[in-house]
């Protein structure tokens, strides 16, 4: 790329000199272009990036899923032309220790990662060499079972937030002020998009809505229904309503404010699961359950294969058990992760709900 060029200007200055010529840009604005320039200029994940997702954190987390996927897959009749799908699949690890465990079942499905980073997709090709990349769903082939796994990729998505003042609800967006980006409130009335019941909540009152998501669901309920298959989401978020801005940013591993370093920092939003279950029923998809995490690998044996894992390589057991509570305890990602399954409606089973 040439130096100098438009798209290598910081994205603080792009921003700064949009809102000076045409008013605050929305939160999803922000949030979506914020991670555009993060995700498509680096591999953020591990110790040198800026986070760690569960895969990166052990093997057993993919195992598990693999196993999950393989129980389904056998209970559905073993059928021959099935796509393992994953959506956002960071360096491949999950997407490695996922079918390295399927494999023993007899169940090797094509491979198929939707990806829109370039950097990734080279990181990903060399852990899994056979996978074919999309840029989003629609290119997945639509014939054929589909196993699909989104893992901490509903989050990144961008959010929609209004907020309540005493002249109404407003669209929450981002202004410049004093040097810096501040959220503000937009100028035109939204209350028409604000459930009734919602409506004369008080003043500063926040609502937070992931179109991303809902479309995402949507369209993966259509091809379970369709083609048949299962799917697993997870993520952190809630599984009952709730207010508040659950926008945040994460950089070298540490907490920073979401409006200070855009397109430097990962900007993502708690997943609201409570309203992605009924838009998957709407198409006719089985809504499994949302269960949290640490309920869900628990259920599936994550205790027993954590000492199978010790007894093979016992200098390795305080690793492998702090792994394991990393996963599931209560004060770490156990009760803020969810797990979201769905199912074809001919598809039965689905340990874990």
């Known amino acids: 790329m040439n130096e100098g060029a438009p798209s290598e200007k910081s994205l603080t200055e792009v921003f700064e000199r949009l809102i000076a010529s045409h008013g605050p840009i929305s939160v999803s604005h922000f949030m979506a272009e914020s991670n555009a320039r993060y995700y498509g200029g680096r591999d953020p994940l591990g110790a040198q990036g800026d986070f760690i997702t569960a895969p990166e954190i052990s093997q057993m987390f993919g195992e598990l899923i693999g196993l999950w996927l393989a129980d389904m897959w056998v209970k559905a009749g073993r059928d021959d032309m099935v796509h393992y799908v994953e959506l956002g699949p960071g360096r491949g690890t999950l997407a490695k220790d996922v079918l390295a465990t399927t494999r023993r079942y007899g169940l090797e499905p ?71 980006f501040a ?104 809504w499994l359950g949302t269960v949290t995490q640490g309920h869900w690998l628990r259920h599936l044996g994550i205790e027993v294969r954590a000492e199978r894992l010790a ?9 492998i058990f702090a792994a394991m509570e990393r996963l599931i305890g209560e004060g770490q990602m156990g009760a803020l992760f969810k797990v979201m399954g769905l199912a074809g409606p001919d598809w039965h089973g689905g340990e874990g709900f």
């Open 183 to 286: 959220f503000v409130a937009g100028d035109k009335p939204m209350d028409s998009a604000v459930p009734e019941y919602m409506r004369g909540a008080e003043p500063g009152t926040i609502i937070e809505t992931c179109p991303g998501a809902a479309a995402s669901v949507y369209e993966i309920a259509g091809r379970l229904v369709k083609q048949g298959g299962a799917a697993l989401l997870i993520d952190y978020g809630h599984d009952a309503p709730r207010t508040g801005s659950t926008l945040q940013a994460l950089k070298e591993h540490r907490m920073v404010d979401p409006l200070a370093m855009p397109g430097e920092a990962d900007l993502t939003a708690h997943v609201d699961f409570a309203a992605l279950a009924p838009i998957a029923q709407s198409r006719g998809a089985r």
């Open 110 to 180: 094509k491979v198929h990662f939707v990806e829109t980073s370039l950097i990734l997709r080279d990181i990903q090709l060399a852990t899994v060499p056979r996978a074919q990349f999309h840029d989003d769903l629609s290119s997945v082939p639509p014939y054929g079972p589909v196993l699909i796994v989104g893992n901490e990729f509903l989050d990144a998505l961008p959010v929609r937030q209004l907020v309540s003042t005493g002249q109404g609800w407003r669209e929450r967006m981002v202004g410049w002020q004093d040097g810096k």
């Open 311 to 319: 007894g093979v390589a016992p200098e390795h057991r305080e690793a």
